[in-house]
């Protein structure tokens, strides 16, 4: 497992990450002595982006049991707000309603703190959808699975997952999708066969306190 964490030279989501905390009246982020790059607090959201069968869910429903944290499963909200699957959301109101809402409500999650949020894998390919991230004060954590294990788990079962049409297409969205990740705060590169306690225990020991990047 490696943990990459990205050393951005000062930027305005800084600035803004600050300013977010002050307004919870929280700790701060740590300032590291020497420069202005602040380190992701206790306070901050963490969300978790990657692609389709990375085990976001899963890992964050971990991940907020061992932080103690309010776990937040952003397809899980859609549906509710829909009040249909999501692969019925796509089928009878289509993809850009759907984007539409699936901003709105991370535009929504930006609003609390302290919280793991479980994206959905398309929401963090958005530049917009990022900014909302990061300039609200949160800290995104992409886990990196490699190709040949998430095709496996997504050809074993793809069932309400409309965006996955069969390996090759997938294949050609993971590609078009991972540079995106890649803008995350921080990545965890996995083998695929951790279990979600595994993942969310290097989250816990690993990723708090890495600089904060955009
Ligand atoms: C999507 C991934 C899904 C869900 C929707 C769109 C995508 O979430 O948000 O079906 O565009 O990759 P998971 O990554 O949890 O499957």
């Given at each position: 497992v490696r943990i990459v964490a990205k050393v951005n030279p000062p930027t305005l989501h800084c600035e803004l990450r600050i300013a977010k905390c002050e307004l919870f009246r929280s700790p701060c982020p740590r300032v590291v002595e020497g420069s202005e790059t602040a380190t992701i607090g206790r306070m901050h959201n963490i969300y978790l982006v990657g692609f389709m069968g990375a085990g976001k869910s899963s890992v964050g429903r971990e991940l907020a049991r061992q932080m103690e944290r309010t776990f937040i499963d952003l397809d899980g909200c859609l549906e509710d707000s829909f009040g249909m699957p999501i692969d019925e959301v796509f089928r009878t109101r289509g993809e850009g309603a759907f984007r539409q809402a699936e901003r709105s409500t991370l535009e929504r999650t930006a609003g609390l703190h302290k919280a793991v949020i479980a994206t959905g894998g398309g929401a963090f390919c958005d530049p917009a959808n990022r900014d909302i991230i990061h300039s609200g004060g949160g800290c995104s954590v992409f886990l990196k699975v490699p190709w040949s294990v998430l095709v496996g788990r997504l050809e074993a079962d793809h069932r309400g997952r409309p965006k996955f049409t069969g390996p090759v297409a997938a294949k050609h969205l993971y590609d078009t999708r991972e540079p995106h990740y890649e803008h995350a705060t921080c990545t965890v590169v996995l083998t695929g066969s951790e279990s979600p306690g595994n993942v969310a225990e290097i989250i816990v020991d690993?990723?708090?306190?890495?600089p904060c990047g955009t």
């Open positions: 690993r990723v708090a306190g890495v």
